[in-house]
């Protein structure tokens, strides 16, 4: 008398495994460029608040500052840009009549995550993922 076996053989877990094993080596890389993105894309929102204090600053004494400058006028909060985006924010002066601001963050096993925004008075700007 023959009975009724239930299961999968070796032969169908293997190719199942090959199959995952595909699957997540495409997709690993994938999700670890999303995430660099989206990395890069809060570093930016941090960048943005430290130009639009530079460009009022700007308006108001015809010169551009340093971070230490412009929290003191109140323009900027540098605890809050540093807890809420959690970069280490650096403004240097730039090109003539221009700054340059660079968000640094640290992202572990020595890879470092950077993002610079160089800004000319002439108009030109340029980021630098």
Same mark, same amino acid.
């Given at each position: 008398?023959?009975?009724?076996?239930?299961? !999968?053989?070796?032969? +169908?877990?293997?190719?199942? /495994? $090959?199959?995952?094993?595909?699957?997540?080596? $495409?997709?690993? *890389?994938?999700?670890?460029?999303?995430? #660099?993105?989206?990395?890069?894309? +809060?570093? #930016?929102?941090?960048?943005?608040?430290? /130009? @639009?204090?530079?460009? $009022?600053?700007?308006?108001?004494?015809?010169?551009?500052?340093?971070?230490?400058?412009?929290?003191? #006028?109140?323009?900027? %909060?540098? +605890?809050?840009?540093?807890? #809420?985006?959690? !970069?280490?924010?650096?403004?240097?002066?730039? =090109? *003539?009549?221009?700054? +340059?601001?660079?968000?640094?963050?640290?992202?572990?096993?020595? %890879?470092?995550?950077? $993002?610079?925004?160089?800004?000319?008075?002439?108009?030109?700007? @340029?980021?630098? =993922?």
């Amino acid at each position: 008398m023959r009975r009724n076996q239930k299961g !999968f053989t070796l032969m +169908e877990l293997m190719v199942v /495994i $090959v199959i995952v094993a595909i699957l997540a080596a $495409v997709a690993v *890389p994938l999700y670890i460029n999303y995430v #660099k993105d989206a990395q890069r894309t +809060e570093a #930016k929102g941090a960048i943005g608040a430290i /130009i @639009t204090a530079e460009q $009022v600053h700007y308006q108001q004494l015809q010169q551009y500052a340093d971070l230490e400058a412009l929290e003191l #006028k109140g323009l900027v %909060d540098l +605890e809050d840009v540093k807890h #809420k985006w959690a !970069f280490e924010i650096t403004v240097a002066d730039g =090109p *003539p009549a221009g700054f +340059e601001v660079e968000a640094n963050q640290i992202l572990g096993a020595g %890879d470092t995550l950077r $993002v610079t925004y160089t800004y000319a008075r002439d108009g030109t700007s @340029t980021w630098t =993922p």
